[in-house]
Nanobody, 124 residues
């Protein structure tokens, strides 16, 4: 089972940018699909973005389309989430997840491994 560690969160002003990284170890990274989810206080976990094993298919929740970009570097065993034009409603803990079947999904139940999360706070 792959282990995941997120980084890159922090405090940013409205309209700013952050790039989250998720480093994987202990598994065959190139065969996994990767996803980003987020959870704000008092709210349920929400799908943000996913990328399949080859990187040629991505999916986003509507609220981040055009602002966020998911990508992966299989040579570095890392998946990224570039977040631009950040809004206060993007404030949440962001989690990286891995799907060993390589497809990727907006359903959190499809994912086998999860990181511990990184906090993103957007101030207005």
């Amino acid at each position: 089972q792959v282990q995941l560690v997120e980084s890159g969160g922090g405090l940013v002003q409205v309209g700013g940018s952050l790039r989250l990284s998720c480093a994987a170890s202990g598994g065959t990274f190139r065969t996994y699909a990767l996803g980003w989810f987020r959870q704000a206080p008092g709210k349920e976990r929400e799908f943000v973005a996913a990328i399949n094993w080859s990187g040629d298919s991505t999916d986003y929740v509507n609220s981040v389309k055009g602002r966020f970009t998911i990508s992966r570097d299989n040579a570095k065993n890392t998946v990224y989430l570039q977040m631009n034009s950040l809004k206060p409603e993007d404030t949440a803990v962001y989690y990286c997840a891995a799907d060993r079947w390589g497809v990727g999904s907006s359903n959190h139940r499809a994912y086998d491994s999860w990181g511990r999360g990184t906090q993103v706070t957007v101030s207005s």
